[in-house]
């Protein structure tokens, strides 16, 4: 199993950027493709991007495409996400998730979830 811990979220302004970090723990986060999802209040968990286990391939949603970068270092066990030119609409609690399998763009379908760590960006 891995256990997964995510930082870096606050309150930014609208145009602004943040960085994300997902630390892993137990099992070495090289072994899972990675993901980052968000959910923001009275909806449900969104697909923001995931990264495959050696960084060679990514997927964004359209939503966060050119302006989300995820990368990752498996020397350092974590997994970050890049939010540049950042929209109230990116306001949400941003989830680190792992997969062994394929990665996909359904939440249900990843194994392993941080706690989250909250975005919020101000008009």
């Known amino acids: 199993q891995v256990q997964l811990v995510e930082s870096g979220g606050g309150l930014v302004q609208a145009g602004g950027s943040l960085r994300l970090s997902c630390a892993a723990s137990g099992r070495t986060v090289s072994t899972y493709n990675m993901g980052w999802f968000r959910q923001a209040p009275g909806r449900e968990r969104e697909f923001v991007t995931h990264i495959s286990r050696s960084g060679d391939s990514t997927r964004y949603a359209d939503s966060v495409k050119g302006r989300f970068t995820i990368s990752r270092d498996n020397a350092k066990n974590t997994v970050y996400l890049q939010m540049n030119s950042l929209k109230p609409e990116d306001t949400a609690v941003y989830y680190c998730?792992?997969?062994?399998?394929?990665?996909?763009?359904?939440?249900?379908?990843?194994?392993?979830w941080g706690q989250g760590t909250q975005v919020t960006v101000s008009s």
């Open positions: 998730a792992a997969r062994q399998w394929i990665a996909v763009v359904s939440p249900g379908e990843w194994h392993y």
